[in-house]
């Protein structure tokens, strides 16, 4: 049907650092393009209005790209044993979990302000509204 085989992929990738970095990369062109779209969309639309305040999630951030639309940096990290926890739940094999988190711990440097998620998801809803307040977004 032409979709990608998640699964497939993530086996391919997961057993060599190099290919999904690579894989980043092809993708992260494509991510860039949508995001600055988006933006310009979004600028447009509020044109004479309050300024946009944008969130991008990313598991990975290629900084050469999209750090033009960053005004502050939000770094949230959790200890692996919780994160391998909470994606156990989505049926991802352990071993390919570990392989990505590897994977990002060696390539995503911690920057801007850092949020500690070892709580329940209403612990970290409070930490990111407090953070809001912080920069002056409601």
């Given at each position: 049907n032409?979709?990608?085989?998640?699964?497939?992929l993530?086996?391919?990738?997961?057993?060599?650092?190099?290919?999904?970095?690579l894989?980043?990369?092809?993708?992260?062109?494509?991510?860039?393009?949508?995001?600055?779209?988006?933006?310009?969309q979004?600028?447009?639309?509020?044109?004479?209005?309050?300024?946009?305040s944008?969130?991008?999630?990313?598991?990975?951030?290629?900084?050469?790209?999209?750090?033009?639309?960053?005004?502050?940096?939000?770094?949230?990290?959790?200890?692996?044993?919780?994160?391998?926890?909470?994606?156990?739940?989505?049926k991802?094999?352990?071993?390919?979990?570990?392989?990505?988190?590897?994977?990002?711990?060696?390539?995503?440097?911690?920057?801007?302000?850092?949020?500690?998620n070892?709580?329940?998801?209403?612990?970290?809803?409070?930490?990111?509204?407090?953070?809001?307040?912080?920069?002056?977004?409601?």
């Amino acid at each position: 049907n032409g979709g990608v085989k998640r699964e497939v992929l993530r086996d391919f990738v997961s057993k060599n650092p190099k290919k999904l970095l690579l894989l980043n990369k092809l993708i992260h062109s494509l991510v860039f393009k949508e995001v600055n779209k988006k933006v310009v969309q979004l600028k447009l639309l509020r044109k004479g209005k309050n300024p946009l305040s944008v969130c991008i999630e990313a598991t990975y951030f290629d900084e050469k790209k999209l750090s033009k639309f960053i005004d502050q940096f939000i770094f949230v990290d959790a200890p692996d044993g919780e994160i391998l926890k909470r994606f156990v739940k989505r049926k991802v094999p352990k071993n390919h979990l570990q392989a990505l988190l590897n994977f990002q711990r060696k390539n995503f440097k911690e920057k801007g302000t850092y949020i500690k998620n070892d709580g329940t998801l209403k612990d970290f809803y409070k930490d990111v509204v407090k953070l809001c307040r912080t920069y002056g977004y409601s």
